[in-house]
Every structure is written in C-alpha cells, then in structure tokens.
C-alpha cells in the first residue's frame, strides 16, 4: 500500500482555554509557512469578533504548515460542548490529535468529551501538556490522570502509548522533559511527534473519487462550500461529479473551483489528491455527510453522525412598544432569511416555523443559541426570545430528558452550599476530589433543565472563586415536577415613560433594579428582581411633586445603588415561562408576554383554574 509521506492531517482538541489556539499560532509562527511580512495578531485563527471577544473557539477551522517539507493540515476545533458537532465531524478528517492539557487543571470536562470522539474514531493521539510555565504546574500528575481517563475511555494499546511533548504555547517553547528549565524557544519537539507518529494518508489517487464534506461554509460570491477530505481518487476543476444526497438521491455537477489551506490563506488550486483537504465550491445544496464521488463510481461513504439538539427557545418578531425604534431588521421575512442562512453553515441547529412571525430554533446549549442571538443583534436584528427549554425524547417507551455531567472546581469553604444548591436542583454526586490547596473538586450528574439559570446563583454563591463545567452526558428517564428555575419575582413596570431617580429609590428596598435613572421603560417591561417569590407591579417614572415648602433635609443629595446590568446570557436565565427577552442592537430588555397588569392577572387565575 502507498502512503502520501509528503502530508499529515491532525486536529488539536483541549478544554476550553487550554490554549488550543495559542498553540496553533505558535505553530505557524515557526514553521516555514508565512513570509517575514507577515504580522500574527494574537489568537489568530479565532476570526470572529464574539471568539475574539471572549477568548473562545466557535467554529473550526483549518490551517495548513511546511515543517521540514512535509505539509501538515491542522484543524483547530472548539472546546465548549455546545460547539461538540463540529469535533465529531471533524476526527473523521484526520489521521492524528494533539491533545492539548494544561499542566495545572489537568483533564476536565470537555477533554473527556472531545478525547471521547477522538479516540471512538481510532486516530493517533499525541499529548501536549501546556502551561508548563505556570508556578503551579504539576505535570506529572497531569500525564498520570490523563493516562487514567486513556483507560476508562477503552483506548486500545496503541493508543495507550502516547508520546507527550511539555509546553509553553505563550512563550513559544516546547520540549520532551517536564522540568520547566529544560523549555527551549521552539516548537520543533511537536512538529517531530507528529511527522513521526500520526500516519500519513493511504495514496490511492488512482482509484475512483471519493470527497467527504465535513463542514460547510457560505460566501456571497460562489454560494455553498463544502470543506472536507478526499478520501480516494482525485478531483479536477472542470470534472463533472456525482453528488450523493443524504435521502439517496444523486445530482450532477461541475466543480468550480477547489481551494486549499496554507497558512491563514485559502489558496485556487486545480487539483486536489487523496489525503488533501479542501474545499469545494460549484454545489447549491451540498450538505454535511454527503459524498462526492466518481459519476462511474458512485459509492457513498458512511454518513456522519450529527448530535441531536437538547435545548430550545422560541424566536418572535419583536411585538413590544419599543419595536423598530433600534433595529435595522425588524420584519419575520428578515429573521427568518437569517435563521435559514444560518441553517447553511451550522449543522447543529434547528429551525421550525410555529406561526406567521414566530419559529421554534433548536440547538447544543445555552451559548450555542445565545451566540447566534448576539450575532444576530450585531448585524442589526431586533427580536424577542424565550426561555430556554430542554427537548425531551421517547425513548423504548419512556419520557427522556437530557442529563449533563457537571464538573465544579470551589475552595473547601463554599462545598457545602454548592452540593445543597445542586441536589435541590436533582444533581447526583458521582465524585468528590481533594485537589490540594484548599480545592475540591466536585462531579455531578444533574438533569438539563436544572443547569438552566444556575451559573448566576453558583457564582454569587462561590464568591466568584468557583469553576463550573458541564457537557452533555446521555438522555435519562425524566425526572417528575418543576427543577430549577428563578426563586424571586420580577418588578414589573406599571406605566410607560422614564424611570426616576426619586422612585428608584423608593423601589430599591423592594429589590435589585436593572434600569438606570432616564431609561425608557414601558408597561409590562421588567426593570428588576423582587426581594420575594412573587412579581410586583411598581411605578418607576413618578417624579418628586414639586411645592415651595423648603425640606429640612434639603442639601442632602439623593443616592441611589447601582443598577445591576445583565449581560444576554444572564437575561436569558432569568427568564420565566411567561416573560419574553427582547433583544435588539442597543438594548436588552426584559419583559412580560402580557403587558398590561390587569389581563396579566386574569390569565394567571385561568391557568390555575385549568390545573
């Protein structure tokens, strides 16, 4: 069997902010791959403005070096759960993982979850243990635990035998020994595992053409385009192709253009030969899973496995006094262009008509549907959502929920209040962990909905001193009565105008208010959270009655908190089932679904007759 020894394919996989990324620059800095010119800003690969913004990795993405003449394709994939689909397709792309641990956390929740998909599709992993840096950096016991989860993930014996290189993706260095001082300004020690043990893709580019697309993506200019790998064969600009569809169906087309990776660049290439991967335009419908093959060969390769969606809102027109004022697209044609337009690179998401100006959107978590809110508010969108819902299944027979394997690094101190909070929430202990220096760490499994809402509360409870993680676990039978959700009430404005100082104040002891003096409210909008379990209605616009009777405590200035501003992610957790978050470019703003106090109260008794 021939082998492209010219060519390695390798995806880099780590926890959230265990410096994927930062590694990924470091490795094209110092390959043979961009010209002196070339300035690298920082954290290269995460192009969009929300991955630069919070440090995070959305979407995955390709990137192609030189080192020493062999061509290396590295694929940098997300860290968070919610973005899981993306890692899954693409270890079907490569040949090999670098799995990136940080020498002081060690292996979290999502490194179990993406070495999972890794290790389930059989490629070689190579493991980089970053930070080494870090005063607190305990390698050694970092290699042993991951060399523990190896084993309870079933690794085989070849992939027990892991080579492990020790770096600093900050500082730029790297090497074979976990003594920090033997670090050397080069990343050479993990260009060398790769080219020596990742294997080199099978040369079979005179058989029949096999392309398989793993990830879309959509320009303006040439429409859909399918990145993926050739698996077999070879496929020319010009070559007439044969599409396979997921439902069985074949189309006919002609390939357009194909475009390689190179440094941060895609490149026009001609052609394109097994083991390569590209991208391929020329296709309207192509869709991830399917295959390009030969039109005299049509074979399809096996489809691939997309998780399903466990969380869902609902997306509406935005009906509220206020509407239009802010936002550039305010129609349900616009929202729901945009909604299909996102359905043609994100494969994770589902979009369901429920009426003429409101669709059911189904997605991975809370932040795979709060990043597509808050791109959609950039680009100038106004709408509302709702809270978020799980999505239950039949499973043989029984109702289903999804359960979440929750991870919790907390000093000792805040332990007891953190597993209260959690078994309240019908959180399962699986382990407790003494990490040394006062920590604990602290597993549970906990169903889905009783996660929704629950980051602020842990927060405030920790002090901010604790670390949550949580990832999708498996469905389980569900769980009876209501989990979860907000303890307090709302404070609901009952008049339209501007709030005042003068009525902040005299609110303020009923609760937290989120609006600042000046802020235009309206009847029916949330402007805080009441002390108490129930909502209630207050007048937040009434100004001081002016008279000419001078005050004894006149020269005392009036001094109010400040308000507490919520970000799109806390707004969406403190919703209930009757309120709605209108979200447009400006502002965020919550509100009930029915504004005026009277009918609200009204629907409230028929719903407690009908129960």
Known sequence: ???????????????????????????????????????????????????????????????????????????????????GG??????????????????????????????????EQKVTPIVVVNKIDKPSARPEHVVDEVLELFIELGADDDQLDFPVVYASALNGTSSDSDNPEDQEPTMAPIFDQIIEHVPAPVDNSDEPLQFQVSLLDYNDYVGRIGIGRVFRGTMKVGDQVALMKLDGSVKNFRVTKIFGFFGLQRVEITEAKAGDLIAVSGMEDIFVGETVADV???????????????????????????????????????????LMAELQTDVSLRVEPIAPDAWTVSGRGELHLSILIENMRREGYELQVSRPEVIEREIE????????RVQIDTPEEYMGSVIESLSLRKGEMQD?????????????????????GYTTEFLSMTRGYGIMHHTFDQYLPMIQGTIGGRHQGALVSIDTGKATTYSIMSIEERGTVFVEPTTEVYEGMIIGE?????????????????TNVR??????????????????????????????CEVTPESIRLRKQILNKNEREKASKKKKVAE
């Open 551 to 580: 005050s004894a405590t006149k020269d005392q200035t009036s001094v109010i908190k400040k308000p507490k501003k919520l970000t799109l992610e806390e707004s969406l957790e403190f919703l209930n089932e009757d309120e709605y």
């Open 86 to 119: 993306e890692v899954e397709r693409i270890m079907k792309m490569v040949d090999g993982v670098v799995l990136v641990v940080d020498a002081y956390e060690g292996t979290m929740p999502q490194t179990r979850f993406v070495l999972k998909k890794a290790l």
């Open 296 to 338: 005299a060969n049509q074979e399809a390769l096996p489809i691939l496995h997309i998780d399903e969606p466990t969380l869902q809102m609902t997306f509406l027109v935005n009906n509220s006094p206020f509407a239009g004022r802010e936002g550039k697209f305010v129609t349900a044609r616009k929202i729901e262009e945009r």
């Open 1 to 83: 069997m021939k082998y492209r020894d010219d060519i390695r394919n390798v995806a880099i996989i780590a926890h959230v902010d265990h410096g994927k990324t930062t590694l990924v620059d470091e490795l094209l800095k110092q390959s043979q791959t961009l010209d002196g010119h070339t300035q690298l800003q920082e954290r290269a690969m995460d192009s969009n403005a929300i991955e630069s913004e919070r440090g995070i990795t959305i979407l995955a993405k390709n990137t192609a070096v030189d080192y020493n003449g062999t061509r290396i394709n590295i694929l940098d994939t997300p860290g968070h759960a919610d973005f």
């Open 530 to 546: 009441n002390n108490r379990d129930n909502d209630l209605t207050v007048n937040i616009t009434k100004a001081k009655q002016m």
């Open 432 to 452: 407790m962990i003494h990490t040394g220096n006062g920590q604990i760490r602290l597993i549970f499994l906990a169903p889905a909905r009783g996660l929704i």
């Open 397 to 404: 027979g029984v109702k289903c929920e999804p359960f979440e």
